[in-house]
């Protein structure tokens, strides 16, 4: 109890153990990391308000609130939260189906919605849930991110090409739309969102550190400024009515609540993932300590506390948190920095929003989705495994012809499925010894095609023994005495074998069984202790006996050739172990051991 309380007391304190390392050195670094940050999150914060189906000045309010409560509580010392992609689309996709975007109601239900992701987010940084976050496959994440990306374009496109288009629906029906009106396209609306998409490309390609999207957003704007954009039917943003938040609580009643609960578990859950994995990667990096559960709470903390003040979801930015580093921050007191400046510059800016034509804005979301879709990673996880394909392919496709919050529970499922036909199919391999380097090995049989003992058959299992698994594992043996034939001994290495359950216990006491029926033996290689806990606890050393439970690959194998029949040793002509030499040799052999010598390779070794 003690224990806990002290926990919590550490994770909820205001004063943080980073404070100690903000010095005049720290501060000037962060002040420049900050200012950069804000230069770059002023038009995204617009933009991804806009995919969330909010007011612009709801994406900036979501800039300044969470990241400084995220900073203060979270365990990244340069991540930076606020407004994500990801998160705006998910949210988009959650509460169309509800109201209509952009309405009082649609934003009363976002704040509703942020409160709630917060709140689910504190219970799992209180029941410690940072590890379990982590197993999910990456292949989730990437397929996600591509299908939002589709999304996002897909919404985009209407307005970069002028068009006045019914908002909602999937990517199908968005398409169908745009392709319907096509004919209406506004050659201005066109050239501005080409414009801004250029200047983004050309500032890339000058300095990766310029705040790209703020340059193309000035100078698309001026673009529309001298084409009288206005006059030529291009709609333009209307001026920010408020530029501080302000106290609001959201109202709501318990049908609400039901309706928004699926949706705050898939963003929880999404923001949770970005968050988590973006601060452990900056602190491997880095090389300073990072606590996922701290994260936790400090991002439920943002999100809670954010809903009251007119943000909505957010989770930490990789694009951000990158340019922060870059930029030189040493504290999370750089993301606090970039609240303040992006404040000053929405003071300054505030009056010139209603001069930024919408496609100019629309050309900005259409480039950040093409970056948000990571070709790189996609064809990595094509050309390198098979079942990570299909767990990113799965995710694509659900939220491509489904929903985008669906998505990430076939995507869960997908990897649960994957992982569940591995654990099924744990490696099971025959192995015979072969003189390696001057010493002995045991090598995969049918890797190297190595002359068997006509006695003793030697196998290992590398994997989970459980219900799952002992009907692959049984095959594999059948099929190996199929093409080998059946041996009087059997010694088995439970070498990679971590789980065994009473299933897996009992598949091992009717070998044992089977192979004393022939007039056989089984000798079983167990290492670790808790391995051999659970086979005593389990019987299975009460049906094999003590002594032919062994702790090392030498012991066994000793153990086996002292009980092969000596007539059929006289015989043998293979002498497969250095303990044969124990046994009497055919004539002409004198005893000497036969064996193998294997060329250096790649094969396995036991």
Request: hydrophobic share 50%; glycine share 8%.
């Amino acid at each position: 109890m003690a224990d806990t309380l002290s926990r919590l007391r550490r994770q909820f304190s205001p004063v943080r153990p980073w404070y100690a390392k903000v010095s005049a050195e720290t501060m000037k670094r962060d002040a420049v990391a900050g200012f950069t940050n804000a230069a770059i999150v002023l038009p995204q914060g617009v933009a991804f308000a806009i995919i969330a189906g909010l007011p612009p000045e709801y994406g900036l309010y979501t800039a300044m609130i969470p990241p400084i409560i995220a900073a203060i509580f979270g365990a990244s010392m340069v991540m930076v939260s606020g407004p994500t992609t990801a998160i705006s689309a998910v949210l988009f996709a959650t509460l169309s189906e509800h109201a209509a975007p952009g309405t009082p109601a649609y934003v009363n239900m976002a704040l509703t919605l942020t409160i709630i992701v917060g709140l689910m987010q504190l219970a799992a940084g209180l029941a410690r849930l940072g590890a379990l976050i982590s197993f999910i496959s990456h292949s989730v994440i990437i397929g996600f991110t591509a299908a939002a990306a589709v999304l996002i374009g897909g919404s985009q496109l209407a307005p970069a090409l002028g068009l006045t288009v019914e908002r909602g629906g999937g990517v199908i029906e968005r398409l169908l739309r745009v392709a319907h009106g096509i004919e209406g396209t506004n050659p201005v609306a066109l050239a501005l969102a080409l414009a801004t998409i250029g200047t983004i490309l050309i500032c890339l390609r000058i300095d990766k550190r310029l705040p790209s999207y703020l340059v193309a957003l000035v100078v698309g704007s001026a673009f529309g400024y001298a084409l009288d954009a206005p006059a030529a039917g291009i709609a333009m943003f209307d001026p920010l009515p408020s530029i501080l938040p302000g106290f609001s609580a959201p109202q709501t009643d318990f049908q609400t609540l039901a309706n928004l609960v699926p949706g705050a578990a898939t963003i929880a859950f999404v923001a949770l993932l970005e968050a988590i994995s973006i601060g452990r990667a900056f602190a491997i990096r880095r090389n300073e300590p990072y606590d996922a559960n701290h994260e936790i709470v400090g991002q439920g903390l943002s999100n809670v506390i954010g809903g009251f003040f007119k943000c909505y979801a957010g989770s930490g930015s990789f694009t951000r948190s990158a340019l922060n580093a870059e930029s030189g921050a040493r504290t999370p007191l750089s993301a606090i920095f970039a609240a303040g400046f992006l404040l000053l510059m929405l003071i300054l800016l505030a009056p010139f929003v209603r001069l930024i034509p919408v496609p100019v804005m629309a050309g900005i979301i259409l480039y950040v989705a093409w970056r948000l879709i990571n070709f790189a990673e996609v064809a990595h996880v094509r050309e390198s495994s098979r079942s990570e394909t299909f767990i990113l392919a799965a995710t694509f496709v659900a939220g491509i012809a489904v929903e985008l919050e669906f998505a990430i529970v076939v995507g869960v499922i997908s990897s649960l499925f994957v992982f569940l036909r591995k654990s099924a199919a744990p490696m099971v391999s025959m192995l015979a010894p072969v003189i390696h380097k001057n010493s002995r090995s045991f090598r995969d049989v049918t890797r190297y095609d190595i002359p068997q003992c006509p006695q003793i058959a030697v196998y290992r299992i590398e994997g989970p023994l459980y219900f799952a698994s002992i009907e692959y594992v049984e095959g594999r043996f059948r099929d190996y005495e199929t093409v080998y034939g059946v041996k009087d001994i059997v010694v088995l290495h439970l070498r990679g074998v971590g789980t065994i359950d009473l299933a897996g216990a009992d598949f091992l006491i009717k070998e044992i069984r089977t192979i004393r029926s022939r007039g056989g033996q089984m000798h079983l290689i167990a290492t670790r202790p808790e391995v051999v806990r659970v086979l005593k606890n389990t019987h299975v050393v009460e049906a094999l006996g003590e002594d032919h439970l062994h702790l090392g690959k030498a012991d066994a194998v000793a153990e086996a050739v002292a009980e092969a029949q000596t007539d059929m040793c006289g015989t043998c002509r293979i002498r497969a172990f250095q303990e044969c030499v124990s046994k009497p040799a055919p004539d002409g052999l004198d005893g000497y051991v036969s064996q193998i010598e294997l060329r250096p390779t790649r094969g396995t070794t036991g």
